[in-house]
């Protein structure tokens, strides 16, 4: 049926009207059918009936204070985000499921987490890139191997192998595909024939309704700039839905984050979206990223190229736009992770929102997408229904994770961002897994609510639909906290959901979810950021909690060694010391106390500076002004 649509090349895929299944204001998709047991009449022979969630180590059974869990999770707040689990090695370990020859302990366990479901998820890694950009925390194989065509056909070869084996271990032709993502990497990159040969094999092995299900894609400006009929293509072949990596419209400053994707300017930016209109899309997103080293005309306060990258997405006219932050941890910029405080990141974050809501952008306080489309997510279906309804899903691919309400896997090249044993185990007809964990119910319950929180919240049926328990019973304390300071609460669609305050303490809010292992790991974690206030005093005493201790200045042989590391835009622009976060960059809030009202009014921008070296908010003449001053 789908190599028949492609042979009529004028006739989409997908239907113009379709019901659109991540619609805020539109019932849950009922996960009822997903139970959480094996189906008792199964005749696989890898069914068990006695399938249930791991037992949990000592340190999965300890409790801490929520206070002191919070401190930690604000003062790592590099490190505490969305990504879990953190420290595997120690904390997830145990329960990593052996790799035997016959994988008959594997094979049992993935029946056990996915067999029972009629619905799921489902992505696909693509993981090649022109260059690896400074700023990459993903798979990516080497440019130099990614770029050949030869090593295309043999990957994709693989994935297609990939994707059959579960096909036949879980009989997925009988489980409706509810979310579908092709990413990357550069999934475009690759030749159309290769996307193309995906969607077949994809429809082959699942009940899907293509009219609705939009499946995703990504892109870059070089690629859909240049290759108009590479994107035409992606929507004959039924994908709805495009995403393009900007990232930052500064030029110079993606020059030198290695992103030549981006570097010719806006008129090249502007093509690459014309022929996204062209081929048809009318679902599509910009990512932009943030929380980068600031440069030295930034710190003085003469340029703001984050703004400028804001309002320059949005004068291009996407539905959609997503903001990350950026994430040092096993990057090549993760030596300068120091240099960018919590106050910085809330800046620029809240910067950000102000300029989109402005623009008609919307989203829930702490969601990272914003829609101009009324009622509509922003994101895939994929990522809505696993965010949301925390729906199954497996990934496929180099180094692809999948996850159950039982289970977490990580396939192999995840470390290495070699193709040779992913390519070779699925030759030889084995699922190409590098770790399957089989986790205990805390466990599966941290990963669930820290990918929740990439919606800045927790959908309280749709966990009480996946672990058997109330968000409230497993969390109490937690919860109370929370609601207490004014950091979550409660709304009309049945979700505990970050305030303007909690995504200013966004680290914090979230490590209280994670589980026991990792709350110890983040508490006795050395370093961090350092807040002249205590964080529960600043709260109680209705204070933004992020205040920077001032750090003592390197050493000049200290300083010397950094210029001679990877620069970004922020080392190449500064010809001074470099000199800790705090002495340089550290804008701080006024003692008095910052209401909520001032947080929602965006009390960080715009900025002026005055002769006696204050930062003064410009605020509207609703909300209260609030003063900052220039560390020494």
């Known amino acids: 049926m789908f190599l028949q649509r492609l042979l009529k090349p004028t006739q989409p895929l997908f239907t113009q ?107 696909a890694h693509v993981p090649f890139c022109q260059n690896i950009c400074q700023f990459c925390e993903y798979t990516v194989v080497d440019p130099k191997v990614g770029r050949e065509r030869d090593t295309h056909t043999v990957y994709f070869d693989a994935l297609m192998d990939e994707l059959k084996m579960y096909r036949e271990l879980l009989d997925t032709k009988r489980k409706r595909l509810v979310g579908f993502d092709i990413g990357g990497g550069t999934p475009s990159m690759a030749d159309n024939s ?97 929380g ?141 897994i590098q770790d399957l964990y089989h986790l205990p119910r805390d466990t599966a319950i941290a990963k669930m609510c820290s990918v929740s929180f990439y919606y800045g919240g927790i959908c309280l049926q749709s966990f009480k639909d996946a672990f058997g328990i109330s968000l409230h019973e497993r969390f109490p304390a937690e919860v109370e906290f929370v609601k207490r300071h004014g950091l979550m609460e409660e709304t009309n669609d049945q979700r505990l959901q970050m305030t303007m305050l ?29 807040f002249v206030e205590d964080p529960i005093s600043a709260l109680q005493a209705g204070r933004v909690p992020f205040r920077a201790q001032p750090r003592a200045e390197q050493p000049s042989s200290a300083r010397r060694r950094r210029r001679r590391m990877p620069s970004t835009s922020a080392d190449a622009a500064s010809t001074t010391s470099t000199t800790s976060t705090a002495s340089t960059t550290s804008i701080t809030t006024a003692e008095a106390p910052l209401s909520q009202a001032a947080l929602d009014a965006g009390v960080k921008i715009p900025r002026t500076r005055s002769s006696s070296q204050e930062l003064v908010f410009n605020l509207p003449n609703s909300a209260p002004t609030v003063s900052a001053a220039i560390q020494p």
């Open 292 to 432: 980068f080293p600031l440069s030295a005309r930034e710190r003085e306060g003469r340029a703001n190229p984050w703004a400028r990258t804001v309002q320059d997405a949005i004068d291009l006219g996407p539905e959609h736009i997503t903001l990350y932050r950026m994430r040092y941890k096993g990057t090549k910029m993760a030596h300068l992770s120091g240099r960018v405080d919590l106050e910085q990141v809330n800046r620029q974050e809240g910067e950000a929102r102000s300029i989109l809501s402005a623009g008609g952008f919307h989203g829930w306080p702490g969601k990272n997408t914003y829609s101009r489309v009324e009622g509509n997510s922003g994101c895939s279906d994929y990522l809505d229904l696993r965010v949301r309804r925390a729906v199954p899903y497996v990934g496929i691919g180099l180094g692809a994770q999948s996850f159950s309400h039982h289970t977490l896997q990580y396939n192999l090249g995840a470390v290495t961002k070699g193709l040779e044993q992913y390519v070779r185990s699925c030759e030889l007809g084995r699922f190409p």
């Open 194 to 290: 290769h996307i193309e040969r995906v969607m077949r094999e994809v429809e082959q092995s699942f009940d899907v309704d293509w009219n609705n299900l939009e499946v995703s894609i990504e892109t870059t400006p070089k690629i859909a700039a240049a290759n108009p009929e590479k994107i035409a293509g992606y929507y004959r072949m039924g994908i709805r839905r495009i995403s393009m990596g900007v990232q930052t419209t500064d030029f110079r400053q993606a020059i030198e984050l290695n992103r030549a994707d981006a570097n010719q300017g806006a008129d090249y930016l502007q093509r690459a979206v014309d022929n996204v209109r062209a081929a048809g899309f009318d679902s599509f997103n910009l990512d932009l990223m943030y």
């Open 502 to 530: 909690g995504k200013q303490c966004f680290s914090g809010v979230v490590s209280l979810f994670y589980s026991p292992s990792v709350k110890e790991h983040v508490m006795q974690l050395a370093g961090g950021e350092q």
């Open 17 to 123: 009207t379709r019901i659109l299944a991540k619609s805020f204001s539109s019932p849950a998709r009922s996960l009822a059918s997903n139970s959480n047991a094996s189906s008792p009449t199964s005749s696989s022979p890898y069914a068990r009936d006695d399938f249930t969630w791991a037992a949990p180590t000592e340190a999965d059974q300890q409790s801490y204070p929520v206070e002191e869990v919070f401190r930690s999770g604000m003062r790592h707040h590099h490190l505490c985000n969305t990504a879990f689990p953190i420290a595997h090695q120690k904390t997830t370990r145990p329960y990593r499921v052996k790799r035997l020859r016959d994988q008959q302990a594997l094979k049992e366990t993935l029946y056990g987490a996915f067999g029972h479901l009629k619905e799921m998820g489902l992505y």
